[in-house]
């Protein structure tokens, strides 16, 4: 008679390791990267907002006042075709 005891195996009693790390370190490891991948976003996204601001300024700057309606209409559009892309690849991901 086969026993269905999960603690026969052949891993039986050994610690769950993730290469040379035990599994909870690795959780405190994930759990710090995923913090850090938090602050990064942040900053990217206000590094983000800050460039769009000085684009347009630039924008109002250098093009002639007649013009700047169509550039900032240009530049807006690559932005947000640019966004629709990374929505796009990141759906595709999570599917």
Known sequence: MEST?????????QPT???NRPRREVD???LLA???????????????VQ???SVTE???????PRHQPLMHAAFNLVV???SLIGISLLVRELN
């Open 34 to 48: 995923w913090g850090a991948l938090a602050i990064c976003s942040l900053l990217a996204a206000f590094a983000l």
């Open 28 to 30: 405190v490891w994930r």
């Open 17 to 19: 390791h993730t290469g």
């Open 5 to 13: 005891d999960e603690s026969s195996g052949p891993d039986a009693g």
């Open 80 to 82: 947000l075709l640019g």
């Open 58 to 64: 630039a924008i109002d700057l250098w093009v002639e």
């Open 51 to 53: 460039l769009y601001g």
